[in-house]
């Protein structure tokens, strides 16, 4: 037998051991479930999810300490991933723009198989080591940037060529994983593991995996953009006003924030050319839209620095 042969044999091996790929014989007869019974199974399976996640939150709160700095000093934020996983991080990357107000380059996601593989499979992508290599290099990583890479498995060869290349340029890596002891966390400098164990249908890591992965980039980015000032109390404070209903829902974010009325707090957004964080220093400090984008610009942004320079002025009732 060839060594290449060898390998082959070592590697399936390997993948079977995984707790991802075996079957649970928990779910053996689901194929004879009612529908009911299986819907009930496949959501008492998702409720083991959060207490997985749960298990590895101070890695994770490392994590993403080191990425908010990173993102602080002008880095941008790319996650890496395969199939599902690349989709899941493709979907987190996406809401970050419309979300939070970042530039379209500060958090992206970089898929196998490129914009064709966010729709559907592109196969075999996967496992091509020299494109994850190359995607890192197309995106001009370096040491401002972080590369957070994503497998279930935690053995995709695209995933860990690309966290391997962009540690070697120096930017912070992160391996999030569902299985224990991974290649893709010896490759990072952070590793995340959230064993969720043998999926409801044998392999199938769309299903709890996928839904740990999405609860995780949800913390990556969301916290990090509370951590860069994106978040005043519990509000979006940097959305873009693209709609009717978020117009809507930022008027009753000035109107929460400040206590002014509905017409003043419509007023002002419309004044702050839809920046909830203009009208609202320009209600609560009794500035024009100009000076409030100066008194932010001077806070770095932060809502709440911007409103400790100064006296609110008396509310209306």
């Not at 860990?160 to 912070?172: D, F, S, T």
């Amino acid at each position: 037998m060839s060594d290449t042969s060898e390998d082959r044999d070592r590697e399936r091996a390997a993948l079977a051991r995984l707790a991802t790929e075996r079957a649970d014989p928990r779910y053996a007869a689901i194929d004879r479930l009612g529908t009911l019974e299986l819907a009930r199974t496949m959501n008492e399976a998702d409720a083991t999810v959060p207490e997985a996640v749960a298990a590895v939150l101070p890695e994770l709160a490392e994590a993403i300490d080191a990425v908010a700095a990173r993102l602080a000093r002008g880095g941008r934020l790319r996650y890496v991933g395969a199939g599902t996983a690349g989709r899941v991080a493709v979907m987190d990357a996406a809401e970050c723009p419309p979300t939070f107000s970042t530039p379209p380059d500060l958090v992206s996601a970089i898929i196998a198989g490129g914009k064709a593989a966010e729709g559907g499979a592109v196969e075999g992508t996967e496992d091509d080591a020299a494109a994850g290599t190359a995607a890192v290099a197309a995106e001009d990583i370096g040491p401002s940037d972080v590369v957070v890479g994503v497998a279930a498995s935690g053995r995709t060869p695209f995933v860990l060529a690309a966290v391997r290349e962009a540690r070697r340029r120096g930017a912070l890596t992160v391996g999030l994983s569902c299985n224990r002891g991974t290649a893709l966390s010896a490759e990072a400098e952070h590793a995340i593991e959230v064993q969720v164990g043998p999926e409801v249908v044998a392999g199938s890591t769309r299903l709890k995996s996928g839904t740990a992965q999405k609860f995780v980039l949800n913390m990556i980015s969301t916290i990090t953009m509370v951590k860069l000032g994106k978040v005043y109390r519990n509000y979006m404070v940097d959305m873009r006003v693209l709609n009717a209903k978020l117009a809507d829902r930022a008027a009753r974010m000035i109107v929460e924030i400040t206590g002014a009325d509905r017409r003043a707090a419509q007023d002002a957004l419309e004044a702050a050319g839809n920046r909830v964080k203009t009208a609202v220093v320009m209600i609560e400090l009794g500035v024009d839209a100009p000076e409030a984008d100066r008194r932010l610009e001077a806070a770095g942004g932060r809502l709440g620095s911007a409103l400790a320079g100064g006296p609110a002025r008396r509310r209306s009732a």
